[in-house]
């Protein structure tokens, strides 16, 4: 099938169990439709909605047109009206008074007389159609055949949308006639054609236009594709306000939800490429840890925080929270990029703002939407290491290579024995990640939703179950479970209650709960340890000697005190389990104001959350062994038990063989928003359009400080705050021309008094050329244009970590036990001391961002659709720490003030195509390009001599290292090359070009090398195609212009890091001992003094950290652009009697994959890890999943 | 009207808010602690003092302490395993550099300590309840602790700039770039700072259960005498080396013609020390059992005196003893000293006795001989066959080395300083638990011996161990994987030390005399040793070399590296006698312990290189230093 040439594509690795993971699909597959048909006929119920049609509306116009009077009615009534243009073509000027009149009773009154007669199809479409003339059938269809004897040909067919659905009321026009008809209800249409080389012109609004040429046939059904454009009309802003696409100013990108499906049950890995203007990377695969990074229009800032504002219903949520966040429950998503569309946010908008509203009920009979995965996920890539032999020699060959005296660690008779594979106890070669990790591992994701009601109440209602496991074999040797595994359930339920035809009370309760099993180091800390240890010191285990037949615990292999690191024990050890809950709730009040003056309402929300997060790690103390004595003879060996002490050194507590119970970190955090709006929206004389709004927010985060890695401290004790007056006024004239005003007057808990509150205004303005008159004459080829720009100033007001919150006030630790003393003759009069961690300053304040924006929109022939957006932002006061104050100054801390400033400057386009094709075929394709550069424009930093050390100029990513020349070839050429200032270094080590020609490599060296570390450039693009019930799609993903350095420590053979791949945290106390594991690639190519390859992969081997090598250099350095193939998706809708007797109204299976395919010049390992190439792997997906409508 | 009642409520609603808003942000709770809260009660200030304190060197600690492992005292095991911080062996190896200086304390510790200082001064008056009497003591401390800090940062970075007032934080970017100064100004105004001080300081202290460990006057006196000796050795007075050492504006920074009258000073304060010190009750210390079960021959009553007098703790002849430094902890300088002496019961060495500080070949050569003289100088001592020559220890060295045992000439015929500061393969090990002078602990070092290599790291690298830093009242206790640590001050200044400071300026000021020699014998004799001239006379082959200065100086030199060997003392001196480069650029040498056999394990094996030049003699100053100061020079031959 399909899948076949995939198979042949990837070629990547891991294709053993290819099979295998299609037979599983398979299998999967078959089960899925049992469950569905099974549930299927308990939900089947029939959808119609003229609930729509006992709204009650109230609308006064005068001499307006019919056109504005239904866009009014479309407005209030959150509903949209179809119809052929020459419907509503009328030059007749209305005036209209109604209150409180139910929307049927409207449509009658207005459409009536007008001989235009209205039908209502989906839940929240009208349809207008001429009422025919008298005499003629009631529907309106007219049998051409009666009207017109002339013509020779019947011709006759079904309009459908894309999913098949009949259209009612497309016009059919024979082209250079007047003559046509329009289709039935259910899609249907027929009319006389005078001969084969008649041309239809078929046409919708909303939909694309299509032309099509009869030819010989006599049934031709049409599918018409929804025009993108139309359909794109509203766009959800600030504040959730929604805005008609053309009227907006600012800088907003929107994605239809749908095409943030990809089967992962991380929203945010789905992000990167294909909203413009978001630069995104996912660095770790692993589930749980697995959020991508990502910034709009790049980082803009040096400060401490560059990510965005995250707002779900007008709530700010975390990452973790839009990570966890249904496709499917998604009504809207936009990226807020400019100051205009931002300013609301004031003080915290600077970072952009991706604005999430969820779907809410539509009166009608209950809509029921199922879906249902099951995906099979793999590394993309394993990083390939060397085999133990080999390990073996180069260990001794570090180990002499530094010190010709060195007692060699490994024997040349262990190495031929572990050659031999003779006894595998005694001469241990464990690939740890076999031992502990499996090839693939299986996940799984199911939601539901209702949604429906009535005229009182609107109800919708979601729900959610995934299931995520990680890639760790379980061992049948414990009797509990520790691979990862995370179950993360929500429930979603708004509902919408009409109070009275002005109040509408809006209630959302939303749930969502992790639970998670794993391994107490996470999936990714025990990934990483298995490429920290020695594959030929000791086994995972021992098979029991003689003296341990009767023992009941695993006998872990450990070398030396038992200080060495076990992997395995660490795995099989004991367990964590944490349990992460948000829960939300959100009460809002709309009342429309019109009695006060039209177009005025007030609405009010409130919103309490509630998170909490705790776990509890179950463990054993592993009993750890070493082989004393091995018996050649016999092949018998006695085992020596290493940790038999409870005092021992590197193990507090003694091994045994029952859990222990530890309690772990707890975070809990309340979250109060209040939100008041003021929405003033009229139009007058029909073409002066203007709307105000007034918002007044307050928010407060409370946090508790009992988690474990947090200091508690009281100034971290007090909550966090906001409030703040923000508003928007704009104008627009005859659709052409458009005028905004927005401030923000916000303030923020963190600041002085003097400097709590800020005012941050902006102004924009749009003109969409292809609504003037001038442009009639192109309107065919360029059907829309647009440009628009914008000029503002937004805040960030998180400055910095959340312990240095109140620059305004000093921070002193007054009781600190580290900084006392002890005096006695016993040293037993102790008395802490003070110490101080912040100076007071009282004048910082927030970062302010100077945003121009400047976009282009056009469309041609309905096709092809364009936005395309260049800026430019300077962000000023960014804070930073001091560089001119020398530590002869003896402060304790550097202080800090907003003294940098950053300018970046960048471009988004987004590009999208639309083909139908005559046989029904129709084709999507779309692209986007984000190109963001940030440099520093200030930056205090010392003065220095050599102007290549600034930062100024240069990207707030940029790495600096040293320029990497070759390794020495030998000492004499050390003796005669510059000295390098790093730690002992000599033949084969690295050698660095002096920058300054000072005769010294130093600091002073180091220049900006490679791209930046964040990528400047992140596209992607795609193509959807389908035909009939067939449809694929293709999504590429790629980012550009990154460089990023394989880490010299945490790669470096042998050696014993405890640090993470980041540098960042301790994975194992500093008191046990690792031993990286050995790369392939540096064991094929090091230097070595046989083969003195000054251009090797790997300098000079060395068993301890070299600090000469371990310098950040463009020998390390790799370029990071890639290209993949992101998600590969095709798709089947079955069609048939049995599904629409069971009332289904949509079923569809697809296969979807992604990560598939990667391109990239750098093979070690998946270069979107960039330098976290030893980390738990980015996974590839294969999946299989439907979906269902009843 | 409609319109009216709108911006009406517009109006009122952003009142409202903005009214609401300023007091809704206001959140920050009164009584929330600044620095003021710190001078405010006794109570508090005397937290702020002891904070002062607590920037004293950590004296002992391996990790911090730059006259460890830096110096050629020790060695151990390299790449460093985790259970020793080995951060300061890497200058000893020569990886020290300017771009992450290692022991970086230009940039950190002492600077902020002098801040901290300048702190309590400016505030103390502050405190309500706190006497004058005792505000001037407190004072009078802090000014000590001041001018002491000065004192450590001159000993690493030679001149630097003088902390006599705190710059303000809002200080303007020219006034925070100081310039370092002059090294005499430096040492002057650290004297001027201690003299004040000396003024208000107690003689005894009030209460020794609760104080001991605080500055009182005969301490600063002492320190003030080390501080002027070192100011008069040669490393300061008139070092041609760093005649052209110069700041930016040319000012020089060393004197490079030397000033004789430095060394009188010195004299004369190291004279009012020891006076004020011997009024006080120190004298050089004598050991007494502690427990009648304490049963001990003449020969261990000597070898406990020599080793007693550092680790009997607060003793008679301590002057000042780091009370925050006592070696205790897990890793502590004790445990990292002591032999592994008891043979394990399980299948593991206990691993609470790190064992890990290893003092190299040419200290145990550096000890004299059983008369009293070097060993390379004794025209009785087999010099030659030192390294070679085995025999079995005789029924009269059983004190020394258990009789029987086999070892090598070098730990023969020793002077009872090698066998009281050293513990060796097949030497006695009094103490830890056996008292009795009859039934002792035996150090045995080879491979596959209690105290030889076990497991990856915790050995001595070389076979000796600096038996002297541990206290003989710890106890072992190997089924329980204990060493049970009774701490001690590290000795920061004791009398034998200030003897040997008074007779070094009293020969360089005045040249030999019967004075010089007294004051050396006093030390001489409590190791049970002769007079210098007598030993020197009798058994010396430069029988003369005492009686002339430069000789003189050697001999006095010598006895202040034995005498003080293992307690901070010898990294520092061979800096400030410029003799640094004849002692820290040479093969690092150990016995081959990885042997079982006597014959195999006395062979010599060399265990790394040490490094030393010109410019080692001060740390340099990071190259980011000098950029954010551009006032600053960086140190000759960095």
Redesign the interface.
Same mark, same amino acid.
């Given at each position: 099938m399909f899948i076949q040439p995939m198979k042949i594509k990837t070629g990547m690795g891991i294709f053993t169990n290819e099979k295998k993971v299609f037979q599983l699909l398979y299998m999967t597959a078959k089960q899925l439709l049992m469950a569905v048909l099974a549930t299927g006929l308990s939900y089947a119920s029939p959808t119609y909605s003229q609930e729509l049609l006992k709204q009650r509306i109230s609308i006064s116009v005068k001499n307006a047109s019919l056109k504005t009077v239904l866009k009014n009615i479309e407005e209030q009534g959150d509903l949209s009206f179809s119809y052929q243009k020459q419907v509503v073509a009328s030059e007749e000027k209305i005036s209209l008074e109604a209150r409180n009149e139910l929307l049927e009773d409207l449509l009658k009154r207005v459409l009536s007389p007008r001989n235009i007669s209205y039908q209502v199809v989906k839940s929240n479409q009208i349809i207008l159609s001429k009422t025919p003339e008298e005499g003629k059938g009631p529907t309106g269809a007219l049998p051409g055949t009666e009207m017109e004897p002339l013509m020779e040909k019947q011709i006759a067919g079904k309009i459908t949308d894309e999913k098949g659905e009949g259209l009612p009321g497309v016009s059919v026009v024979l082209k250079g006639t007047q003559k046509g008809t329009t289709s039935e209800a259910d899609g249907t249409y027929r009319l006389a054609i005078p001969d084969n080389d008649a041309v239809l012109i078929f046409s919708f609004v909303g939909y694309v236009s299509e032309e099509r040429q009869v030819g010989t046939q006599s049934i031709m059904n049409v599918v018409l594709k929804v025009d993108n454009k139309a359909l794109e009309e509203v766009v959800v802003t600030a504040y959730g306000q929604k805005q008609r696409k053309e009227a907006v100013v600012g800088a907003v990108t929107t994605i239809r939800p749908g095409e943030l499906k990809i089967p992962a049950s991380n929203l945010t890995t789905a992000i990167a490429g294909r909203l413009s203007g978001v630069i995104g990377y996912q660095r770790s695969g692993e589930p749980g840890v697995d959020n991508a990074t990502f910034f709009i229009r790049g980082i803009t800032t040096f400060g401490y925080n560059n990510s965005p504002l995250i707002l779900v219903d007008n709530v700010e949520l975390t990452v973790t929270d839009l990570a966890r966040l249904q496709p499917d429950d998604i009504e809207s998503f936009s990226i807020l990029k400019d100051a205009s569309a931002t300013a609301l946010y004031g003080a915290r908008g600077a970072n952009g703002v991706v604005y999430v509203t969820t779907k809410q009920g539509k009166a009608g009979k209950a809509k029921i939407n199922f879906r249902m995965e099951n995906s099979v996920s793999m590394p993309t890539q394993n990083v390939e290491l060397a085999d133990p032999i080999t390990y073996m020699k180069l260990y001794n060959e570090a180990q002499l290579t530094r010190d010709p005296?060195a007692?060699i660690k490994y024997p040349q008779n262990q190495i031929e024995n572990t050659g031999k594979g003779n006894n595998p106890y005694i001469y241990p070669s464990t690939d740890w990640r076999d031992v502990l990790f499996k090839k693939y591992t299986q996940n799984r994701r199911a939601n539901l939703s209702v949604s429906g009601g009535g005229e009182v109440a609107q109800y919708y209602v979601a729900t959610s179950f995934s299931n995520d496991n990680g890639m760790l074999k379980v061992d049948k040797k414990n009797n509990f479970n520790n691979n990862v595994k995370l179950n993360s359930y929500s429930v979603r339920s708004n509902v919408n209650i009409n109070l009275s035809p002005q109040t509408q009370l809006i209630v959302r309760l939303y749930g969502n709960f992790d639970d998670y099993n794993g391994p107490i180091d996470g999936g990714s800390g025990i990934y990483q340890k298995a490429l920290k240890t020695s594959p030929t010191s000791y086994p995972a285990y021992y098979a029991p000697d003689k003296a341990n037949e009767a023992t009941d615990h695993i006998l872990f292999g450990n070398?030396?005190?038992? *200080?060495y690191l076990n992997p395995y024990a660490d795995m099989v050890k004991g367990y964590k389990q944490y349990s992460r809950s948000k829960m939300l709730t959100q009460l809002e009040l709309a009342q429309k104001l019109d009695f006060?003056?039209k177009g005025?309402s007030v609405r009010g929300m409130a919103n309490i959350n509630r998170s909490s997060y705790f776990d509890v790690t179950r463990a054993y103390n592993p009993y750890f062994y070493h082989a004393?004595s091995y018996d050649k003879q016999s092949d018998t060996y006695t085992l020596?038990?290493?940790n =038999? *002490?409870?005092?021992?050194?590197?193990f507090n507590e003694p091994a045994t063989e029952y859990l222990n119970y530890n309690p772990g970190a707890k975070n809990l955090e309340s979250f109060l928003y209040l939100q008041?709006t003021?929405d003033?929206s009229r139009v007058f004389k029909e073409v002066h359009s203007l709307n105000a709004t007034?918002v007044?927010t307050?928010q407060q985060i409370l946090k508790d400080n009992s988690s474990a890695g947090q200091a508690q401290s009281?100034?971290q004790s007090? /909550?966090s705050?906001n409030?703040?007056?923000s508003g928007r006024l704009s104008y627009s004239f005859d659709n052409r021309y458009f005028a905004e005003f927005n401030f923000g007057?916000n303030?923020?808990?963190r600041f002085h008094?003097s400097k =709590?509150?800020g005012f941050f205004p902006t102004i924009g303005g749009a003109w969409v050329i292809s609504n003037e008159c001038f442009w009639k004459p192109m309107e065919r080829i360029v059907n829309k244009l647009k440009i628009r720009s914008s000029y503002g100033l937004v805040g960030n007001d998180a400055i910095g970590r959340p312990d240095q919150r109140?620059f305004f006030?000093?921070e002193?630790?007054?009781?600190?036990s580290q900084?006392?003393?002890?005096?006695?003759?016993?040293?037993n009069?102790t008395?802490?001391? #003070?110490?101080?961690s912040r100076?007071?300053n009282k004048d910082i304040t927030w970062e302010t961002s100077y945003q121009t924006n400047l976009g282009l929109e056009f469309s041609i022939l309905q096709k092809l659709n364009v936005i395309a957006e260049i800026y430019k932002q300077r962000r000023s006061n960014i804070l930073m720490e001091r560089?001119?104050? /020398?530590?002869?100054?003896?402060?304790?801390v550097t /202080?800090s003030a907003n003294v940098g400033e950053a300018k970046s400057k960048g471009f988004d386009l987004a590009v999208d195509f639309n083909q139908n094709f005559k046989n029904g075929a129709w084709l999507v394709a779309r692209g986007n390009l984000t190109m963001a550069r940030s440099v520093y424009s200030i930056f205090e930093e /010392?003065?220095?001599k050599d102007r290549y050390l600034s930062r100024v100029g240069q990207s707030i990513s940029q790495p600096r290292g040293l320029i990497a020349e070759r390794l020495f070839i030998d000492d004499n050429d050390v003796k005669n090359s510059p000295r390098q200032?790093?730690? #002992?270094y000599g033949a084969g080590d690295i050698k660095y070009r002096d920058i300054n020609r000072d005769g =010294?490599i130093?600091?002073?060296d180091f220049v900006a090398i490679g791209h930046p570390e964040t990528p400047e450039i992140t596209y992607g693009f795609g193509l959807s195609a389908g035909r009939g019930q067939f449809d694929l799609s293709v999504f590429f993903q790629g980012l550009g212009r990154e460089s990023f350095f394989i880490n010299p420590v945490a790669s470096a053979p042998f050696i014993?890091y405890n640090k993470d791949n980041n540098g960042d945290n301790d994975l194992f106390p500093?008191?046990?001992?690792g031993e990286n594991a050995l790369l392939k690639a540096f064991a094929d190519s090091h230097w070595s003094e046989e083969n003195r390859n000054i251009y090797a992969v790997w300098p000079r081997m060395s068993? #301890?950290e070299n =600090?000469n090598n371990s310098q950040r250099s463009t020998w390390f350095m790799r370029d990071g652009s890639f290209i993949r193939l992101k998600t590969l998706e095709a798709g089947y809708t079955v069609k048939g009697r049995v599904l629409e007797n069971l009332k289904v109204t949509n079923f569809r299976i697809y296969f979807n994959g992604t990560n598939l395919l990667t391109f990239s010049k750098f093979k070690l390992w998946d270069p979107e890890m960039g330098g976290n190439g030893l980390g738990y792997p980015v996974q590839k997906v294969f999946n299989i999943g439907l979906n269902m409508n009843f | 009207m409609?319109?009216l +009642? $709108?911006s009406f409520?517009?109006t009122a609603?952003?009142v409202l808010? !903005?009214a609401?808003?300023?007091k809704?942000?206001?959140?920050?709770?009164d009584n929330?602690? $600044?620095?003021d809260?710190?001078f405010k009660m006794r109570a508090?200030a005397?937290? +702020?003092l002891?904070?002062c +304190?607590?920037n004293?060197p950590q004296f002992g600690n391996e990790g911090a302490d730059p006259a460890f492992l830096t110096g050629d005292e020790f060695a151990t095991v390299y790449?460093v395993?985790?259970?020793i911080n080995g951060s300061l062996y890497?200058i000893a190896?020569?990886?020290q550099?300017?771009?992450?200086p290692i022991a970086n304390y230009?940039?950190?510790k002492y600077?902020?300590?002098?801040?901290?200082c300048n702190i309590f001064l400016e505030n103390i008056d502050k405190v309500r309840d706190l006497t004058d009497f005792e505000k001037k003591r407190w004072v009078a401390e802090v000014k000590f602790l001041k001018a002491y800090y000065h004192y450590t940062l001159v000993r690493m970075y030679g001149p630097i700039?003088i902390?006599k007032n705190?710059?303000p934080?809002s200080?303007s970017?020219e006034q925070?770039?100081?310039k370092r100064q002059h090294v005499d100004s430096v040492f002057n105004y650290t004297v001027s700072l201690i003299d004040e001080a000396a003024a208000d300081l107690p003689v005894i202290l009030p209460n020794?259960?609760?104080?001991?460990?605080?500055i009182t006057k005969p301490i600063a006196l002492a320190i003030k005498a080390e501080i002027l000796t070192t100011a008069a050795s040669p490393l300061y007075n008139g070092n041609q080396n760093y005649a052209n050492f110069r700041n930016k504006d040319n000012e020089p920074l060393f004197s490079s013609t030397a000033s004789p009258e430095k060394w009188e000073r010195a004299a004369l304060a190291c004279r009012e020390a020891i006076t004020a010190c011997e009024a006080n009750g120190h004298r050089l210390y004598e050991f007494v059992p502690r427990s009648v079960t304490t049963k001990v021959s003449d020969s261990t009553q000597r070898l406990m005196s020599i080793r007693a007098a550092v680790t009997d703790?607060?003793n008679v002849e301590l002057i000042w003893g780091a009370?925050?430094s !006592?070696g205790s902890g897990?890793r502590g300088f004790q445990s990292l000293s002591q032999a592994r002496l008891s043979p394990f019961t399980?299948?593991?060495?206990n691993?609470?006795i790190g064992s890990m500080l290893a003092p190299p070949l040419h200290i145990a050569e550096m000890f004299y001989s059983s008369n009293g003289v070097p060993i390379e100088e004794d025209k009785n001592y087999p010099y030659g066959t030192r390294f070679t020559a085995l025999r079995k220890a005789l029924k009269s060295e059983r004190y020394y080395v258990k009789e029987g045992y086999t070892t090598v000439q070098l730990n023969f015929d020793r002077e009872p300083r090698f066998y009281a500061d050293l513990g060796f393969d097949g030497g006695i090990w009094f103490g830890q638990g056996k008292n009795d002078d009859d039934h002792t602990w035996v150090l045995e070092g080879k491979l596959g011996q209690t105290g030889g290599r076990q497991?990856?790291s915790?050995y001595s690298v070389t076979g000796y161990w600096p038996k002297k830093l541990a206290n003989y009242n710890n106890t072992i206790n190997d089924?329980?994987?204990?060493y049970n640590v009774e701490?001690y001050?590290f000795p920061i200044m004791r009398l034998a030390d200030l003897y040997l400071l008074y007779a070094e300026a009293l020969n360089e000021s005045k040249g030999p005399s019967a004075e010089v020699y007294g004051w050396i014998d006093k030390v001489r004799t409590r190791a049970g040793l002769k007079g210098v001239a007598e030993s020197w006379t009798k058994y010396s082959n430069k029988p003369s070399k005492f009686s002339s200065k430069d000789g003189l100086r050697e001999i006095i030199q010598r006895e202040r590296l034995i005498e003080l060997v293992f307690e901070g003392k010898r990294f520092w001196d061979l800096r400030r006698w410029r003799v640094a480069e004849n002692y820290l650029q040479r093969s690092v040498n150990g016995w081959d312990i990885?042997q079982r056999e006597a014959v195999n394990y006395y062979r010599v094996?060399?265990i790394y290189m040490s490094s030393f030049s010109l410019k080692d003699y001060f740390w340099p100053i990071s190259?980011?230093?000098l950029?954010?100061?551009?006032n600053?020079v960086q140190n000759p031959g960095w």
């Open positions: 005296l007692a070398f030396d005190l038992g *200080q006060v003056t005025l004393g020596n038990w290493l =038999q *002490q409870a005092s021992n050194e590197f008041g003021l003033y007034v007044t307050m009281l100034q007090l /909550p705050r409030t703040g007056i007057y303030g923020s808990e008094k =709590q509150f109140f006030l000093s002193v630790n007054l009781n600190n900084r006392g003393s002890s005096f006695g003759f016993n040293s009069y008395r802490n001391g #003070v110490s101080i100076y007071e560089a001119s104050i /020398p530590s002869t100054m003896g402060l304790a /202080p /010392p003065d220095y200032n790093f730690g #002992v =010294q130093t600091t002073s014993d500093a008191n046990l001992i068993t #301890v =600090q | 409609k319109l +009642y $709108t409520c517009l609603l952003l808010t !903005t609401g808003c300023r809704y942000l206001d959140i920050v709770p929330v602690a $600044t620095i809260n710190a508090d005397e937290k +702020y002891f904070t +304190y607590n004293l790449p395993l985790g259970n890497r190896r020569g990886e550099n300017i771009v992450s230009w940039d950190g600077f902020q300590a002098l801040r901290e700039p902390i705190n710059l934080i200080a970017a925070v770039k100081v020794e259960f609760s104080e001991l460990g605080r703790k607060w009370s925050n !006592t897990s399980g299948t593991i060495p691993e609470s497991g990856a915790l089924p329980a994987q204990q701490g001050p990885a094996k060399p190259e980011n230093s950029i954010v100061n551009p600053l």
